[in-house]
């Protein structure tokens, strides 16, 4: 099913009046409405408005695929600003307050860094050194699965194995399972064949 642009102005007439409600449990930053309208047969799209996000449906799709389609549509907007907004100053940033919302602020990089020359792992880190990189391949994934990635490397640099004390660490971060599972999905789907099988390693 294809998305398209939001025609906000033709969506009216025929459109159900949006309803508000809490996005799945992997986002709880902002709510999401959901608008249903006759005029759209197989088209979904989504939007940012405020602190909210705007998702057009077909008047006839069931609960279930309005489900379905909230989280795909999540997730793309997510990569698309991820893919935007993120550089080396901007990961460093978003580390820095991940340690400090996480981590109690004791991780604390001297560098974070995207690179390109890491195709067996997604993310690593030296803790003698305090620095931490990315893999590339990151770019464009939901904004979730950079945070956990960037957390795995961050608790590295206080639990240097995956005892534990280390993964005790990365409880208290929500969306750690959906991100695991969103990297062995890329995984099983053959994109990056050659990553290391533990994600976030």
Known sequence: MPSDPPN????NPLSTPGRLRQ??????TSAVEVRRSARRRRTVSAYR?????VVLIPARMSQAEEERWVTVMLDRLAAQES???LGDSELAERAERLSAQYLG???RP???RWVTNQNTRWGSCTPAEGSIRLSHRLQGM???VTDYVLLHELAHLL???????????LEAYPRTERARGYLEGVVAAGRLPHLADEAGA
């Open 8 to 11: 906000r102005a033709g969506e």
């Open 23 to 28: 996005p799945p449990r992997r986002s709880r």
């Open 49 to 53: 408005e405020g602190d909210r996000t």
């Open 83 to 85: 893919r935007r907004m």
């Open 105 to 107: 602020a004791r991780a």
């Open 110 to 112: 001297r560098s974070v």
């Open 142 to 144: 939901p904004g979730y």
């Open 159 to 169: 639990v240097p194995g995956h005892g534990a004390d280390f993964w005790q660490l």
